[in-house]
Structures are given as structure tokens and as C-alpha cells.
């Protein structure tokens, strides 16, 4: 049986360039884009991969007008981001030390599950932890448990689903968050005490986007609420956008209930006297399995006590 230090000889012989190479050729799709994009010959990238492929011990891509990934490539192709997008963020770190910054979080934020619980615990933790820096970067939970996975992030925070169970992942549920309907100040329901759904269907809707839970959600409420013929004229994921356009409109928003205190603390928005909308599920912290430095799980331990702070209203 080979020894552990057998198994990883090719890892040893592999080189930053190989790796960088690699990713430049899989964007390009062909030998002779990737050439120019490498300000080398065609020949030149082709014996650069056979070089790659001999050293990793089996064939990466298959060859043609388009070249394509063999399942050892994709492993590759994971490597080579892993790596690099550590290679980066350390790149950061040192840049950060060389400011006299000790340390740098960089999260991946849901914002639509969180709306000020992020902000919150950054500012309580900078108050403690005053030479660390923080990166936030937004998107769906998708994307970013794919950049977590790539060492692009060191956590992310909102709403999570099934996915935050992988085998190399860890993550901890914060609080439980609801469905809310909302609407500008200057909406015909804005003050309504009490309402039914039906007085909601003459309104055009500003939703989530088709892709995301709380929209499947939603959509199970509405047919069983008799609304499963609305379509919506809006669709997007942004907060910003969903304010603007209420506040400007006639239009019944749906947003998290904890996005949906945020707003209306602001007098941005009003909440729609409905209880039955739906749950939108946990809303919790993800990291990478192994990868909870002593910052990180301070930062963690901050979050719990900003979202312990958040029980109250959420439950109210």
C-alpha cells in the first residue's frame, strides 16, 4: 500500500502555475484562446498539459474544438480554486498586517434573512476586537456556499437551508424567521387594522426571485390562500430596489419578517396585519469544516448574542 506521502507526490510536483494555467484554459475553452490569453503558443500550452496530466497521473481534458473536463479535471479544477482563493485571501491578510491590521473576516451575507443582525454584531465586535476588518460580499445562498467552499469567504450569515449540512461544512441556526407583506406609507392598506387576502389580489406584486425558498414558499401560501393566479410585475432580490419601488408605488412587497422590522423601524414601509404568511426558515452562520480560526469563532460568539438580543421581536 502506498505510503500518505506517496499518494500526494503529484500534489508536491504541482506548481502555482499549473494550477493558474489550468483555470485559464477551462474559461478559454479551446488551446488557442488559452495561447493568447497566456501569451504563449498553441504547442506550447499543449505540452504544458501533457506535462500537468503526467504529473496528476491521468488525463484531465479531453481534446477537440472544445476542450472538456474529465471528472479527474473537475477534482482539478476544484484544487486549483481551493488553493488560489487561499493563496488570495491570504494575500489580503498580509496586506491587511502590513496596515497594521491583525486580521480580516470576509462574509458572505443572505441579506434578506438577516437585515440588521449583520451589521449589529460587526460594529459590537469591533468595539472589542478593534484591529480586525471585515469584507461583505451578497448574493443568493447558492453562489456563496460555492465561494465558501472555494476559501473565497470565511463564513456566511443568513438564511440557510438543507445545504449548510454538507460533510465539509458546520453551521449553527441563529433564530427563525417568518414571511412578511409589506407596502409603502402612502399605500391604501398602509393603515389597515385588519385585512383578508383577498383584498390584497387587485395590487401588483413585487416578489422574490423564482429561484429562491421564500418564493416557493410564498407561492404554496397563495394557492392555498386563493391567490395562485398572481403574477408578479416585479421580481428581484434586492431590499434597496423592493423599498424604492414601494415607496413609489401601490405595489404589496414580500421581504423576511426580520428585514421586515428593519424597514419599518425606518418608516420606510408598513407591515400587512398578516400572521399566516409562512415561515422563511432558519436563519443561521455556515463555515468551513476545520477552518474556525480564533477570530472567526469570536465572531460567531457575537453573532449568537446579537441574535439572542433579536429574540423578542422576532417572536413578537
Not at 460580499?137 to 476559501?151: D, K
Not at 399605500?187 to 429561484?211: E, F, K, N, S, V
Not at 422563511?280 to 468551513?288: A, H, I, T, Y
Amino acid at each position: 500500500m502506498n505510503s500518505p506521502q506517496d499518494a500526494v507526490a503529484w500534489a508536491r510536483r504541482l506548481r502555482m502555475r499549473h494550477l493558474e494555467s489550468f483555470l485559464v484554459l477551462i474559461e478559454a475553452g479551446t488551446l488557442t484562446l488559452a495561447a493568447d490569453r497566456l501569451h504563449m503558443t498553441q504547442s506550447a500550452v499543449s505540452h504544458w498539459l501533457s506535462e500537468m496530466e503526467d504529473l496528476v497521473g491521468t488525463r484531465l481534458v479531453l481534446r477537440g474544438k472544445q476542450v472538456r473536463l474529465t471528472p479527474a479535471g473537475e477534482a482539478v479544477r476544484k484544487l486549483a480554486l481551493r488553493v488560489l482563493g487561499e493563496v488570495s485571501r491570504t494575500n489580503d491578510e498580509l496586506a491587511s498586517i502590513e496596515r497594521g491590521e491583525v486580521s480580516r473576516l470576509h462574509i458572505g451575507s443572505v441579506t434578506a434573512g438577516i437585515a440588521h443582525l449583520l451589521p449589529q454584531a460587526i460594529l459590537a465586535f469591533q468595539q472589542v476586537e478593534t484591529n480586525v476588518a471585515f469584507q461583505v460580499s451578497e448574493g443568493v445562498f447558492n453562489t456563496l456556499l460555492s465561494r465558501l467552499e472555494e476559501r473565497d469567504f470565511d463564513l456566511i450569515v443568513g438564511s440557510i437551508d438543507a445545504r449548510a449540512y454538507g460533510p465539509t461544512l458546520e453551521h449553527e441556526v441563529l433564530f427563525e424567521d417568518d414571511i412578511a407583506l409589506v407596502v409603502g406609507p402612502a399605500h391604501p392598506l398602509a393603515d389597515a387594522a385588519q385585512i383578508g387576502w383577498t383584498d390584497l389580489y387587485a395590487y401588483p406584486w413585487a416578489m422574490p426571485p423564482r429561484d429562491t425558498l421564500m418564493r416557493v414558499r410564498l407561492e404554496n401560501t397563495l394557492l392555498e390562500r386563493g391567490g395562485a393566479g398572481i403574477v408578479p410585475v416585479l421580481e428581484t432580490g434586492s431590499v434597496m430596489v423592493l423599498e424604492s419601488v414601494l415607496h413609489a408605488s401601490n405595489y404589496i412587497g414580500v421581504c423576511s419578517g426580520a428585514m421586515a422590522r428593519h424597514l419599518v423601524d425606518r418608516d420606510l414601509v408598513r407591515r400587512l396585519p398578516l400572521t399566516d404568511v409562512g415561515s422563511f426558515g432558519p436563519v443561521g452562520v455556515v463555515w468551513r469544516r476545520g477552518g474556525g480560526d480564533e477570530t472567526l469563532l469570536k465572531f460567531i460568539e457575537t453573532l449568537r448574542r446579537e441574535a439572542k438580543k433579536m429574540a423578542p421581536a422576532a417572536q413578537a
